[in-house]
């Protein structure tokens, strides 16, 4: 089983088995206990597909009620609760006024300590006049919005309203290039991108607007127009007859929309997501299941109640934002804080002063933060006053004990449970997770699944592997309602990449994972060529043609390296055209290989290590090594066996030694 991570944290998972309670005081006031969890479980296993249903009804407003829960007649293609009618907008946001019309939905705070708030009621009203303002600009249901914006309220408004008139939208990341906003509106075929003049990162200016006009410029014809919000009021460029300022055009809107009833499949949003291809795929994901999947995981995992203040970190740009951001917390009537800028600014300290100012009570992050800020020390947190805190979450790639043994110290103070979430763009939702007052946690292990996700592990022939630690696919043996419906525009590539493996049976998740002997899942990392830098999913093949897209170089083979804050590092092994540069050439052209490379994807994907070489280790039939370079990468002792390669020799040079 090849996997992405190294020999040395496989080793420190494989004899971790230290295992943490929760304590009585969050058991008693938990929404789910022992015997509440196996009451579900136990529905589950008795009857999925009723199972689901019952919760479809009970957890969310539906205009026209389902009267089939799950369609199999086209698998792995499932539909879920199909004949419904709802609104996902209406869920987040009607639903409330009448309860909690003057609660605050969305509290904020700006790098530079600029703080606004919105409650229910203006929320809805914010979200109604942009939906209206998108119908004035002829945009209609199942249409395509691409949203490329800063982590400020108006990028939650724009996903709003898009549901809101059954828009499709599909957010792209503000760290992603010009080059990729192309692609991604492209392959969308969108006809609106709304955006900002430009967001605040780490004291600079994220050029927002600039990438929008560069994508533009280069492609990406079908946009017609760009709302634009004014965030940083910085000089940019507008261009009369196709730009609009957002205030603008919401001064002139009604507060007031009907929503659009949609059906349950109706897609709410599309995700791109790196594979093992070089082309991002559109993860396409419905109305209806994956708003119950958003919703149902926030009250099971993160145990959300009305007087919690939930902040998840995750920008909108990825699936975590869309879910435990824009949506999951949204549709309970939850409080949410949302942070525009950078974790160290003005310094180490800041994610705990916003958790001690604004009284976080459930707070949502990734491993690489945790590693991040406990490199900085325990100084930072302890100026912090955090006895708010309730409840922690780690997501994104397999948090390292040590890591999490930091996060249960010094922020939860040994008390706080830990939940370690496992899901992907793809699944919508959590998927494997403790719940909090009723699963022990183990440091590193992700637990057991919820209730209906019927997650295993199988061997390569699809049987599944019954000795404890013994490693294998992850698998889902049964469809559940927030997982994806296809990958835009290419239903082939959906059926190839999760369901071919195993004869359509089983979703294949592209994990490697085991469980141990008391059925714990430890998830050990992808079996594919995709990396998880930072927690955010890079394909080592779109790097490589990043890099072969720069005028000076041949070839290039892209693996990834341990990192310890990043997790994984990206390592590029180059040949050039024309004669191996050395000495100062070679450092000038690693410098401008990096910047072509955050140029053309976004500065996540630049590598760390740049290795010139004369040639790729490749055997006779041209297939290149991988397995090789991956152990020079990680500096390891070579143990594969060389002598089938067509050019043995270049294994010193690749290793840096000649
Ligand atoms: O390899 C797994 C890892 O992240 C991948 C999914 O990435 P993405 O679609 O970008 O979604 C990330 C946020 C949900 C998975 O295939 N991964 C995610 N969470 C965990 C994880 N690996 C181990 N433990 C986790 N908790």
Redesign the pocket.
Known sequence: MSSAKSHETIQSVLSENRVFDPTADFVARARLDAAKLDALHAAAAKDPVGFWADLAKKELAWQTPFTEALDESNAPNYRWFADGKTNVSVNCLDRHLATRGDKIAIRFEGEKGDTRHYTYKQLYAEVCKLANGLKSLGIRAGDRVVIYMPMVPEAVIAMQACARIGAVHSVVFGGFSATSLKDRIEDAGARLVITADGGHRGGNIVELKKAVDDALAAGAKTIEKVVMLKRTGHEVPFIEGRDLWWHELMAQQADRCDPAWVEAEHPLFLLY?SGSTGKPKGIQHSSAGYLLGATLTCQWVFDLRDDDVFWCTADVG???GHSYVAYGPLSNGATILMYEGAPTVPDAGRFWKLCQDHGVTIFYTAPTAIRALMKLGDSFPAQYDLSKLRLLG??????NPEAWMWYHRVIGKEKLPIV???????TGSIMIAPVPGAVPTKPGS?TKPLPGIFADVVDESGEPVKEANAGGYLVIRKPWPSMLRTIWGDNERYIKTYWAQFGNKYYV???SAHRDADGYFW?M??VDDVL?VS???LGTMEVESALVAHPRVAEAAVVGRPHEVKGEAVFAFVICKGARPTGAEAEQLAKELRDHVAKQIGAIAKPDDIRFADNLPKTRSGKIMRRLLRSIARGEAITQDTSTLENPAIVDQLAGKA
């Open positions: 997501t990825w699936i975590t780690s997501v994104g790639e397999p948090i370690d979430t496992w899901w992907q763009t793809e992700c998740a592209g994990d998830i990392g992808r998880n927690g955010h999913r």
